[in-house]
């Protein structure tokens, strides 16, 4: 059989957070039924491809990203027999689920790191880095989630987590680890399944020597990003990967893969590339330098030309690798989009539209997180202790240590944490925005009155419809071809409050975003030939001048 390895190109992505999106049975939390009870909503949106964040046996000390064992459900969210259910219910309706894959780490609760950590002669003690020490950690590399990236487990012996101490670096120079990882991943694939986002992937090859360096802070560490991201050597592991698993299904997979640059591109999901496509960061944190999220620089106090160069670029590279990207503005690690870029008192269901059609209509496959088709906003909560994520806690505890108050500091960490995309889905106007009969596992949104599903679904101005439209656009006989294949080329880039570009295929179209509060007016170096979308009910163009309205965008064949 010859394999379609193109069949995802021209489709949809949608990410769910499957514990905040719909509470089949009461207890506070979502889960798989409540998945496939939703499938139909996510149809009605036009969604072809779903990814689910972790669902496997975890003790949930980085929200199911620390697996215990790659073979079970978290009764969390149900059982097996649900996760088939959800393959089957979703193909019934032409729908693909992207499970996560996350094999740098597992959970220390996992049997080989319990077998490790009884007997560090056993074969599983070879699946992890353990290390000893007399004096201290092995090295002063500090975790993603802050301290050492180095736990001690009594002795002289420690063990390297990249991330939380919970969550223990497997060592993928082990062959017989790499064995048991493909069997696993097949496991998975003969179910059915879609394929994999896979996560945190460029971490899994570490400098050999794993000795310290330069410190990068006044707590002595460095942060761990040059010897363990996208190290020399990993393509060996990722090619093997591939080649004893994905190569052998009619799958699709999406990595996570920080810290690519773009003259790898070309190897990492170019026409042979290890992956089919992939989320570049290289645009997603503009704010984000220093040390903690209370030093980040917020929407306003940044040029927005920055997004427009670095988004552009990754573009162009995506294009010239002959590769083809993973496009997306949200995910469960970000901020709302919102935040990220335009200034709070700007903050509107307009400019959500707008920040809507400037990511959708972008070269490569859009994914949409859930409750961005609504545009949901942050969400503030009143104490440190309403947040469940660990990054939250690790940040906030920085900003404390750098002399702010808790209030300061609990400002600082609500703009930026994870927590404001994963709180629960509203589905409607009732009680916890109908996610849930009982108690929600995280607080609900207080928006939910005016911000939910069912009202937005009714009203042919809402969010929801605009990004139905983006959908539909993009899916039509018309302009699939050239939305899908067609090329990008960055236009009017004199205007600095405007990101615009040209995709031509079949047919030429143009998308125009202002990021102004103010009405700017722009000549255009051609004619519309048929205005496509709006986020107002009107376009003011007069021959080749255009007035864009505040935050306005505009899509048009040209
Ligand atoms: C990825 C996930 C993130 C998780 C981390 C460690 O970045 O998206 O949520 O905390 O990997 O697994």
């Known amino acids: 059989m010859t394999k379609n390895k193109n069949w995802w190109k021209n489709k949809i992505a949608y990410e769910i957070y499957p514990r905040s999106f719909y509470d089949s049975n009461g207890d506070g939390t979502g889960d798989l039924k409540g998945i496939t009870q939703k499938l139909d909503y996510l149809k009605e949106l036009g969604v072809d491809i779903i990814w689910i ?97 180095w736990e001690h487990v009594g002795g002289d012996r420690y063990y390297l987590h990249l991330f939380s101490k919970k969550q223990p670096d497997l060592n993928w120079e082990n062959p017989k680890l790499r064995k048991k990882i493909y069997e696993m991943v097949n496991y998975w694939l003969d179910k059915g399944l879609g394929g994999f986002r896979i996560d945190a992937i460029t971490h899994i090859k570490k400098e050999p020597t794993l000795s310290s360096l330069p410190p990068d802070g006044p707590d002595g560490m460095v942060a761990c990003f040059g010897p363990t991201r996208n190290y020399p050597g990993i393509g060996e592991f990722l090619l093997e990967l591939r080649q004893n698993t994905f190569d052998k299904y009619e799958c699709m997979t999406v990595a996570e893969a920080a810290g690519v640059p773009y003259e790898q591109f070309g190897e990492y999901i170019g026409e042979n590339g290890y992956f089919d496509t992939m989320f570049d960061f290289s645009y997603s944190e503009l704010y984000s330098y220093g040390h903690g999220w209370h030093t980040c620089k917020k929407a306003g106090e940044w040029p927005i030309v920055w997004l427009r160069d670095k988004m552009f670029a990754s573009q162009l590279a995506t294009e010239k690798a002959g590769a083809f990207g993973a496009v997306f503005f949200e995910n469960h690690d970000y901020p709302r989009a919102m935040t990220k870029y335009i200034p709070d008192k700007y903050h509107s269901p307009t400019a959500q539209k707008m920040l809507g059609n400037l990511f959708f209509f972008l070269r490569g496959i859009p994914f949409i ?180 309205l505040p935050y306005q965008s505009v899509s048009a064949e040209i």
């Open 369 to 548: 997180y859930q409750g961005q088709e609504l545009g949901m906003t942050n969400v503030r909560m009143d104490s440190i202790d309403d947040y469940n994520d660990i990054s939250t806690k690790n940040h906030y505890r920085i900003a404390l240590q750098d002399g702010l108050t808790e209030q300061e500091a609990l400002d600082a960490v609500a703009r930026y944490s994870r927590d404001n995309a994963r709180v629960p889905f509203p589905w409607s106007n009732t009680k916890n925005g109908g996610f849930t009969t009982g108690k929600p596992w995280l607080k609900v949104h207080p928006d939910y009155p005016q911000l939910n599903a069912e009202d937005q679904m009714k009203d042919p101005g809402s969010v929801y419809r605009f990004y139905q439209n983006l959908i539909a656009i993009r899916k039509s006989e018309a302009y699939n071809q050239t939305l899908t294949y067609g090329s990008i080329t960055p236009i009017l880039l004199e205007y600095e409050n405007v990101i615009a570009y040209q995709r031509s295929g079949e047919k030429n179209i143009c998308v125009i975003c202002s990021f102004s509060h103010d009405s700017q007016t722009i000549n255009l170096p051609f004619k519309f030939k048929k205005i496509l979308l709006s986020n107002y009910p009107d376009v003011k163009i007069n021959g080749e001048r255009l007035e864009l």
């Open 53 to 149: 964040c972790p669902v496997y046996k975890s003790p949930m000390d980085d929200g199911g990203y620390d697996i215990a064992d790659y073979y079970s459900i978290d009764p969390l969210f149900g059982n097996m027999e649900d996760m088939d259910e959800l393959i089957r219910e979703a193909d019934k309706r032409g729908m693909k689920i992207l499970m996560d894959l996350v094999i740098n780490h597992c959970s220390d609760e996992h049997e080989w790191f319990q077998k490790a950590l009884a007997d560090p002669n056993c074969e599983e003690a070879e699946y992890f880095y353990f290390r000893t020490s007399k004096n201290g950690p092995p090295n002063n590399w500090r975790s993603m989630f802050g301290g050492s990236a």
